[in-house]
């Protein structure tokens, strides 16, 4: 935030909005939680946002010692999030768990690419996970390829795909969302259930089990930490034409 518009005020909390409270800043962070990424993967991602403002919000995030340029694979320039700018996950985890509880917009926009979900999926794995549990797995939403990796409890999730992955699990982004947005009761909700909106590849019957209860949990974990519906009354979700992602 330039220092025209900063509040100024003897607060905590103000002083965090002061280095995050623009308009789609959180949203780069919430963005740079799935990993390093170039100017474009986050233009394309955040649907709605003119370059010349996210180069701006860029800027702004890398003065505030939130977000850093280096350089990637192929001597390409990436941003990647400086450990204040990771200390923002349970923050976005917060925001997200509240807003599933929200009606969305009737002429809403769908992200370019789902690493929307990165920061909110790694936190509440990180809250239901097994403190011994080790395990790779590949998670294709919609095609879209994550990687999720635990190793001795401590989870991580980024954009792209695993290396020799022991599960890889795919589904539609509707299908997590369905849990976490409350459009599944979570009283009708079982291990089965969840395993039945995925395809499943693996040939490590017990790796499968891991990783299914791990995500099973997670996602009834976001839903747990919402707030009760019956104080924030919530339009049921339309259900969203399926995206045909075109490989670059």
Known sequence: ???????????????????????????????LH?????????????????????ASRLDELVEGGLVRKTVGPHQ???YELTPLGASTANLLYELAAFGSR?????????????????????????????????????LRLDGEPFTIDVNHGRV????????????????DYESIVAV?????TL?????????????ITSTEPAAVQQSLALLSAAVQRI???????????RLERPRRARRTRQRR
């Open 102 to 138: 929200l009606p969305p917009d009737p002429d809403r926009r769908e992200p370019g690419n789902h690493r929307t979900i990165a920061v909110t999926l790694k936190v509440a794995c990180g809250r239901v996970v097994d403190p011994k549990l080790t395990l790779r797995t590949e």
């Open 223 to 233: 839903a747990n930490d919402a707030p009760p519906q019956e104080v924030a009354p």
């Open 180 to 184: 976490s947005d409350g459009v599944m």
């Open 187 to 199: 009283e009708v909700m079982t291990l089965e259930d969840f395993a039945s909106r995925l395809t």
């Open 76 to 78: 390409v320039t990436v």
């Open 1 to 31: 935030m330039t220092l025209a518009r900063r509040y100024r005020l003897l607060c905590p909390i103000a002083r965090a909005l002061d280095l995050v409270g623009d308009r789609w800043a959180l949203l780069v962070l919430r963005d």
């Open 34 to 54: 799935a990993g390093p990424a170039r100017f474009g993967e986050l233009l394309d991602g955040l649907s709605g946002i003119a370059s010349n403002l996210l």
């Open 156 to 171: 991580d999730i980024v954009a792209g795909p695993a290396v020799a992955p022991q599960v890889t699990l795919e589904t």
